[in-house]
């Protein structure tokens, strides 16, 4: 049976090969996606996120999310990701509509009406799963896990020590770190090494049209280069539910720093128990490459 997950997401052009991969991955089973600002704004991403279901003519409801953090003003990286979020491939236009209701209700409505708890897979800011759990906290226990593509044990990518994910909204994710959710995180330990090769990248168009598609999506997409290969971030957070193997993970305390004036959105890892704290997140600390690679591979071959 497929696993049952909703995708929370902000494309982004590797949200939108991770969307790709949950799509036709068989093991899973996306039920719906909820988008949120952080790449670029959440009309943006929204519309990004429909233009792609419609290019697969894939029957997936969307409910659009928050438009701001929770306590911060909107910050973007249209620079990695151009001005649309989704730049460079001539999406056709369409009527597909959101659902008329927001993200949190959306998400609501899918747990409770769920037979089995669902995972949630997280790949933009955390900002919609902090509200959900704000708003609607009897829904914990129809959350399977949460997975996450955020943070790093390391350096981070937006500032110096905070990923892009998670210093957009430190508040959002200082929750939803605290809130006692079975949390796997994919962080930058493992997104960073999560890289497809210039061989793989320019063999892209002939593979099929989802190939065709992300190849011209890659080819403005700014997290490494296509001479040298591109980091796929989120994809890790779907490749992670698909092949678990593939990841090393380690228990730890996961703290994010809210306040520090250099460090917020830092999240502050605690791989050797100094603080002695029950672990309350499983941190992906290392990634079978060629594992990966080959999956990938494998996946977007089953797309159209
Ligand atoms: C994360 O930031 C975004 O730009 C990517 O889509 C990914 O979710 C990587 O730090
Ligand atoms: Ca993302």
Same mark, same amino acid.
């Given at each position: 049976m497929p696993l049952p997950i909703i995708l929370d997401t902000d494309p982004g052009i590797d949200d939108a090969a991770a969307i790709a991969a949950a799509l036709f $991955?068989?093991?899973? /089973?996306?039920q719906l996606i909820t988008t949120v600002a952080g790449n670029v704004s959440v009309e943006k991403t929204t519309r990004n996120a429909l233009q792609l279901l419609h290019f697969w003519q894939a029957d997936v409801p969307v409910a659009q999310g928050a438009s701001t953090p929770l306590l911060r003003p909107a910050r973007d990286a249209a620079y990695v990701h151009g001005e649309s979020g989704m730049e460079g491939y001539p999406f056709v236009e369409h009527r597909r509509q959101t659902l008329d209701k927001p993200a949190l209700l959306a998400i609501r409505d899918a747990l409770i009406n769920a037979p089995e708890p669902v995972t949630l897979v997280a790949i933009g800011p955390l900002t919609n799963i902090a509200l959900l759990l704000i708003q609607y906290p009897a829904c914990r226990e129809k959350i399977r896990r949460l997975v996450i593509m955020g943070g790093s044990a390391g350096r981070g990518n937006f500032t110096p020590t905070g990923e892009f994910n998670i210093a957009i909204d430190p508040e959002a994710a200082a929750r939803v770190f605290a809130s006692g959710l079975e949390i796997v995180m994919c962080g930058l330990d493992v997104t960073n090494k999560a890289v497809l090769a210039p061989e793989f990248l320019a063999s892209l168009p002939g593979l099929n049209r989802t190939g065709k598609m992300l190849h011209a999506l890659f080819s403005h997409?700014? $997290?490494?280069?296509?001479s040298t290969g591109l980091r796929m971030h989120d994809l890790c957070a779907i490749a992670w539910l698909a092949r678990p193997e593939l990841f090393t993970l380690k228990p730890c305390f996961v703290a994010v720093e809210?306040?520090?004036?250099?460090?917020?959105?830092?999240?502050?890892? /605690?791989i050797d128990g100094r603080y002695e704290q029950p672990a309350n997140v499983q941190v992906?600390?290392?990634? /079978?490459v060629e594992g990966f690679r080959g999956w990938v591979a494998e996946v977007l071959a089953l797309a159209p």
């Open positions: $991955s068989p093991a899973l /089973d996306l997409y700014r $997290s490494g280069s296509m809210t306040e520090g004036r250099w460090t917020a959105g830092t999240t502050v890892v /605690d992906a600390l290392d990634l /079978d």
